[in-house]
Each structure stands twice: as C-alpha cells, then as structure tokens.
C-alpha cells in the first residue's frame, strides 16, 4: 500500500475524494443598518452583516468560487411576535436583503431558510398553541413565508422547521403562483441537536426559546426514522436533501446519499465551528488543516455540497495549495 503513498504526484493520481470551492455553500447573518458589522461571541471570526457589507462579502465569496450563500435573519426584537407575522411581510429583512443582493450580485445562488424561529417570541420554529407547535398553523404561516422569499427574488427556498407535510404544500403553492421555477432544498435529516446553540445567539432566539425542539426535529439515536424523512421530502417535491449537523452525523449522510442518490447537502453548523474555532484559537489544532479535513469528510461520506461558515477560509485556502 505504501507504494501508492510514496510520493505526493502518486498520492494525487489515487486521491478518491476531492474538494472544491464549488461544493460550499456560505450561511450568512445579516441585521438592519448600514456599514455595520457585530462580532458573534460564540462564533470567532463570524459577523452579523448589514445588507451593503454582505453584498461586498457576497462578491468576494463569488470570486472565490461559491455557488450560492444561505441568508438569516436577525430580526429586531420588537418585530418578533407570537405568530410571527414578521415573516410573511415581503418588506421584511431577508426579502430586502435578497433583492439587493440579486441586484448587486445576480449570478450567486441565493438561499432562504424558511422556519419561523427569527420571527417567534418563544424562539419556537413554529407556532405555539397551547403549549404545542401546531403543524398545520404553522405550514400556513411557512407557505406565506417561502411566497414573499420567492417573489423577493429567491433561488432555493429552504424549509428548516421539520413540520410533517411542509414540502409538499410549499411546492404546491409555488406552482400556483407562478414560482416553479424556485428549488426546494429541504432540511429532511434534521436532528434536536445541541450543536446549534451559537447559531441561536447569531439570530437573537436563544434568550427567549421555551424548552426544547424534540417534538420536531429528530432524536440523535435514530437513524432509519432519517430515510423516512428524506423518502417522505422527495416524494413532495423536494430538489435537494439536507442532513443536519454535520460531523457527528456522517453515517446519516453516508445511508441519505446510498439509498436516494439524489443531490445531498450537509450542514457542519455553528456548533462545529464553534468547537474547531476553540480549539484552533487554543493553538491545539492547526486551523487550515483542520478545517480542510472536516470538509473532506463530507465529501467522503457522500455529500454533493456543504454549508459551512469556513466556506471563504476554505475556497481560499484551496485557491492557494491548489488540493488538499
Ligand atoms: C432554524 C435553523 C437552525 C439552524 C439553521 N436553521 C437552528 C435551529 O433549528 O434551532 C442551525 C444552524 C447552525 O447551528 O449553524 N430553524
């Protein structure tokens, strides 16, 4: 075996995995104002964006080779509301954002999460009725919401909420409305997962949430029930699949990719860099190798694209060594 591994040409000519700037895709969090950047405490070397700074960063991210970037919202606190009514009006944050980016920036791919956890009280990504997240008020609310991403100018539309059915009706209404044209990547695989709480102070719902997500998102231990969802997701229509988080789900990833062999994304989420982040800071791992090697696992494992906040660090440090 050492034969192959010898020399750094021969270890090109067997690589069996590869990486590229193509496969990334960058989440962004933008806040009103203008020329404004805040530091994410929990997420070193991530900021919240203005619209006209996440233009400029949007530029550079295309010049680097990134197909598409990922869009959330920090919405003001007083906008945030039991029904989240802030995230069907089509004057909102996000469709601001979105159309100023497609103006400044038509050719980049552009992203929508659709959840109501930026717009809710509670924090929730649905709506509460007595205590409980009501899967069908909530779709109402979700398919209202993807409409006003999709008249904004919208590319992909990302359900992230994990209510039962969402897919479909959003399909259904985005054809109605003249919208067949906008993809839906589906967050299907999506675990109640503890690896997203830096994500929940980038977006302000982490003081506010009430409990948990356990009567939606999915148990940590299943693995099956996550085929189910991918086969229910592709069934209503979804374009692309997603599994979330990333590194300590691989072998999801891994069976998602082998049974459907449809376009498969992963998110290494906030929680992982934060993880990464620390440890590099510490001088106990060395970043850009590190950050090279968790995207490649990815890959390995199967996923056609990965959301990632080193999507810039890595297409640049790609740019630079030409393969890992
Ligand atoms: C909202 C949403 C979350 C993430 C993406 N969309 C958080 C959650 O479900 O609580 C997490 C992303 C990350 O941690 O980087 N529905």
Known sequence: MRRNRKTAWSRALIQETTLQPQD??????IIEGENERQPITSMPGVERLTIDLAIDAIKQAQNLGIPAVALFPNTNPDLRSELAEEAFNDDNLICRAVNAIKQAVPEIGLICDV?????????HDGILIDDKIDN????EVLIKQALVQAKAGADV?????????????IRQALEKEGYQDVQIMAYSAKYASS???PFRDAIGSNI???GDKKTYQMDPANTDEALHE?????????DMVMVKPGMPYLDIVQRVKQTFQCPTFVYQVSGEYAMLMAAIENG??????????SLISFKRAGANGILTYFACEAAQLLQDYQQV
Do not use: Q
């Not at 990334?24 to 969090?29: E, G, R, T």
């Not at 539309?157 to 009706?169: F, N, Q, T």
């Open 284 to 293: 106990w791992l060395d970043k850009d190798k590190v950050i090279l090697e």
């Open 24 to 29: 990334f895709i960058w989440p962004l969090f």
């Open 230 to 238: 991918v086969g229910l997701d592709i069934s209503e229509g979804a």
């Open 208 to 210: 506010k949430l009430k």
């Open 136 to 139: 069908d008020r909530t779709i």
């Open 157 to 169: 539309i990302a359900p992230s909420d994990m209510m039962d059915g969402r897919i479909g009706l």
């Open 195 to 197: 690896f997203y709480g």
């Open 115 to 123: 959840a109501l956890d930026p717009y809710t009280s509670h924090g």
